[in-house]
Every structure is written in structure tokens, then in C-alpha cells.
């Protein structure tokens, strides 16, 4: 079964700065997806950005980039000049091909002034 | 339109109640899902429906029972829940994506509270 590893479960950032999340993740499947999603203490699941695995190019969606590095089985979310609204719960998520999500467990990123 | 709504945003139950939870969505999306989430942790996938049918079943309790009346609309049926229940219940439905993964599209949730 697949696995995604996200070992860090509390980072901080100040404002302005960026940061890079982690998530590695294991799998013997050739055709799978990537997943970033954001989640707020509001509770809503924010899609923020996708890679497929036979992307050439890493992903990048405004101030989200993803650093995949497929040989090694990892897709890190870098954010850019953070902002204050960035601090939440961050979830990478695998997909196979089976309509179903692989979750890490998350990271709770705090944003300081 | 691209976005899963859900109904109610909050919902409080007894033990004894029958409650439903609904979720929609226009996209014409193939597939949805339910999701159970525990505080600080990840969703936990409950049920997928595709094209109208479960496809899916984590192996839930009877106690929940999903029905997929058409494909824009989703329903949680509630009977006899547990305080453990108690969580966020979440909403979504996916497109296929170039790459051959399906990318969901998350509801706001329901935020439920067993006593």
C-alpha cells in the first residue's frame, strides 16, 4: 500500500520568508498524482497544487511551487513570501489511479509577524 | 461553478437521533466521496460513489449509510452514532486530470457533535 511521510508536524515561518514543507512517499505504482492541500481551523480542504508523475516540470500555482524530486520519492511545497493567512494545517496527498487519496498526517504551519 | 457545498455546517445529535448530512455539487463530477476527520488529523476516506454507485466502503459502521440519489448530490444518513462519532465530516468529488489521477474538490464540511 502506499505510504506519505510528512515528518514535520509544526513549522514556523516568519512573514515574508518562505518555507519548505516535506513529504516523501513510497509506492511501486508508474502513473500516480501529488497532492497539496491546505486546510484552515475552518475545516475546508483547499486544493493548492498538482503533480503528476510523469511531469517533466515541478509544479507552480501563484506563491506555490513543488519541488519534485522523483528518483527520491519527494514532492516538498515551497511557499513563497508567507503571509499571515498561510498559517494552517498542510496535508500531502497521493493518488494511484484508484480514486482514492493517500494522506500524511500534516504539518501545522504557523505564520509570525 | 466549482464548488462542493454541504449542509448543515453544523450538526448536534443524540445517541437515539436519525440525522442526514447532504453534500452537492454542478461540476459534473463522476465520483464523491465521504470523508471522516478527527481533529489534527488526516481524512479518513469513508465511502466512494462512482457514477452513481458505491464503488468504495472502508469498512464503516452500518450506523452511517451513504445514498447517491442522483450525480450531484450526496447523502450521509446518521442512526444511533456514538460520542466517537463526533468529527468533521467531509464532502468531495473528483475530474480526472490529464496525468490519469483524480483531483478532488473538497466541501466546506459538517462539523458534527454526538452526545
Known amino acids: 500500500a502506499q505510504k506519505i511521510t510528512q515528518t514535520q508536524p509544526g513549522m514556523f515561518v516568519q512573514e515574508k520568508e518562505a518555507v519548505t514543507l516535506d513529504c516523501t512517499y513510497d509506492t511501486s505504482d508508474q502513473s500516480y498524482g501529488l497532492f497539496w492541500y491546505k486546510q484552515p481551523s475552518s475545516g475546508e480542504m483547499i486544493f493548492l497544487i498538482y503533480?503528476?508523475?510523469?511531469?517533466?516540470q515541478n509544479a507552480t500555482e501563484g506563491r506555490y511551487s513543488l519541488n519534485f524530486q522523483k528518483a527520491r520519492k519527494s514532492a516538498n511545497l515551497v511557499i513563497s513570501a508567507s503571509q499571515l493567512g498561510d498559517s494552517a494545517m498542510y496535508f500531502c496527498a497521493y493518488e494511484g489511479g484508484s480514486e482514492k487519496l493517500v494522506f500524511g498526517k500534516g504539518t501545522k504551519l504557523t505564520v509570525n509577524p | 461553478d466549482t464548488e462542493v457545498t454541504q449542509t448543515p455546517k453544523h450538526l448536534v445529535m443524540g445517541m437515539t437521533n436519525k440525522k442526514s448530512l447532504k453534500c452537492e455539487q454542478h461540476m459534473g463530477h463522476r465520483a464523491m466521496y465521504w470523508y471522516k476527520q478527527k481533529a489534527k488529523k488526516p481524512p479518513e476516506l469513508m465511502f466512494v460513489?462512482?457514477?452513481?454507485?458505491?464503488?468504495i466502503n472502508e469498512s464503516v459502521p452500518s450506523r452511517f449509510s451513504p445514498e447517491c440519489p442522483n450525480s450531484s448530490l450526496l447523502n450521509l444518513h446518521l442512526h444511533a452514532l456514538q460520542p466517537e462519532d463526533s468529527a468533521l465530516y467531509l464532502c468531495a468529488s473528483s475530474r480526472l486530470l490529464a496525468g490519469a489521477s483524480y483531483e478532488q474538490y473538497f466541501g466546506p464540511g459538517t462539523r458534527l457533535t454526538v452526545t
Open positions: 460513489y462512482s457514477y452513481e454507485k458505491l464503488s
Open positions: 503533480q503528476g508523475s510523469y511531469d517533466e
